[in-house]
């Protein structure tokens, strides 16, 4: 007996993996195709541009108007300056993105990924060069189930030296958000920028080589997890890329001259599938695949045009349109509905918060570490001490000096390490950080006032400046009494 079981469906077994089948997208041409380029040129003219632009800070302060300082802890978006302890606003941003693109899956279906998804841009600029060097569809189709000859080698070495050097510009301008661009570019070149900076090209280049020339929609399908998601987003009345059965069926060839009587617009061409990037058939309904790129709507109108039949048999449209006993030719939008109020007033939440916080935001920030080894010191006078490392962040542009102080320790003694004076002024270089050592010491006479193992006390932070003050709690450690 054979040891290997097939379980099959009539005549034909049943595939645990069916392997890939290579997508030959053909170019189209109408209104959604001229969007895709738009965007593709805008989103791409921003990514690549950004680092380069200059943004005065002032002195001692880097000038390329966005970047990812991390050596510094800090983030520079224009005038917007970012600490490492301030990351609760790259939350918020992310929070408002998230919210932001369920509002517009409600509104739209899956319009990030047709248009705006770095991965559709790539893709779209990997296709484009592969077009260039190797023709449309039916020829690249030709090239690939060819010989291999001159004329081959050579296409397919032009498309792929052309990807990589794609995808080194896409690496490249990645890195350039992390360090001053103009000086990391010439470091690049002569060899001496950090080893990290061309580790991080290197990843970068191959991602986008693979993601973007190889996978293609092998990603949207199988790693992206939005696809499996984006369906609990939208409603019955979110406008959608989909294929009007109710004027398309039954489909059939149609000859020029023959009646249009007792059957639909659709001629069974399957310009709706050549053009795709997902390779799917739009007329099969919603489809995980497919990403709302509205390419098969310009295809499909082009072939109505032909054999003079009115446009739009595919086109944003709803389900409640799609199943009305009444079908409208352009649905009304509803937006009013609940989930978009809900996405919309989630946003205007956030927002608010984000702004509240903003504008309440500090120019000082305190940090206090407690010495946890050993917790507390017992003096040879009897007396207890507790060590702190004080950091103060100024985030001012300029130099600022701050006064320390402590209350609600009743005869306690403050001790800054390096300063004989405990209230003396102690300087802060313009956007930068220091630490200090600070001892805070409860007399003999007094330790009977403390509260057990942890007395809450304050520390005070007072700006010499404009007498602003920055309260800081802690407590004070000793045996338990």
């Known amino acids: ?33 001229k969007v895709k380029w738009a965007v593709l040129v805008v989103t791409l003219g921003i990514y690549y541009l950004l ?16 970047l990812l300082d991390f050596a510094n802890q800090r983030l520079f978006f224009g005038p917007i300056e970012i600490w490492a302890q301030e990351l ?59 010989r291999w000859t001159f004329e081959k080698i050579w296409k397919k070495a032009g498309t792929h030296i052309s990807w990589l050097l794609i995808s080194v510009a896409t690496g490249g301008a990645l890195v350039f958000y992390f360090r001053d661009a103009p000086t990391l570019l010439v470091e690049l070149f002569t060899g001496e920028a950090p080893a990290v900076a061309y580790a991080f090209l290197a990843i970068f280049t191959g991602t986008t080589y693979l993601l973007g020339g190889i996978a293609r929609e092998q990603v949207c399908i199988y790693m992206c997890p939005w696809p499996r998601i984006q369906a609990a ?71 109505m045009k032909r054999v003079g039949r009115p446009q739009g048999l595919i086109a944003y449209d709803t389900f409640e349109n799609v199943e009305a006993p009444v079908h409208l030719a352009h649905p009304k939008v509803k937006l009013f509905r609940p989930r978009i109020v809900l996405y919309s007033l989630m946003m205007l939440l956030v927002t608010g918060i984000m702004a509240a ?35 103060l962040l100024n985030k001012e542009h300029h130099v600022r000096g701050f006064q320390l102080g402590i209350a609600g320790l009743e005869g306690a003694k403050m001790t800054v390490v390096g300063f004989d004076d405990p209230t003396s002024t102690i300087k802060v270089a313009s956007d930068n950080l220091r630490a200090l050592k600070v001892l805070v010491t409860v007399p003999v006479a007094m330790r009977d006032k403390l509260k057990g193992a942890a007395t809450p006390f304050q520390l005070i932070v007072t700006c010499a400046e404009n007498g602003d003050v920055t309260h800081h709690d802690l407590n004070f450690r000793g045996p338990d009494q």
């Open 1 to 33: 007996m054979n040891q290997t079981t097939e379980a099959t469906v009539g005549q034909r077994p049943m595939e645990a993996y069916i392997g890939r089948k290579k997508i030959y997208p053909k170019l189209a041409h109408g209104f959604y195709r």
């Open 51 to 66: 680092p380069w632009l200059r943004w005065d800070r002032g002195p001692n302060l880097p000038d390329q108007a966005f």
């Open 88 to 146: 609760y606003y790259i939350t918020g941003i992310l929070i408002l993105s998230a919210l932001g693109l369920f509002l517009v899956t409600a509104v739209a279906g899956r319009m990030w990924c047709g248009y705006t998804c770095p991965q559709t841009v790539w893709t779209d600029l990997m296709i484009l060069v592969e077009r260039f060097w190797q023709g449309d569809r039916n020829a690249r189709m030709r090239l690939d189930n060819g």
């Open 233 to 303: 987003m939208f409603d019955r009345e979110s406008l959608l890329v989909t294929y009007r059965d109710y004027r398309g069926e039954p489909r059939a060839p149609h000859k020029k001259g023959q009646p249009w009587d007792g059957r639909g617009d659709c001629v069974d061409c399957k310009a709706c599938v050549t053009v795709c990037p997902m390779g799917i058939d739009i007329r099969d309904g919603s489809q995980l695949e497919c990403i709302q790129c509205a390419l098969c709507i310009d295809a499909c109108n082009d072939i």
């Open 357 to 391: 916080a903003w504008m309440n935001r500090s120019s000082t920030d305190v940090t206090v570490q407690q010495d946890r080894n050993p917790m507390f010191v017992k003096l040879s006078d009897g007396s207890l001490r507790n060590g702190f490392t004080v950091k």
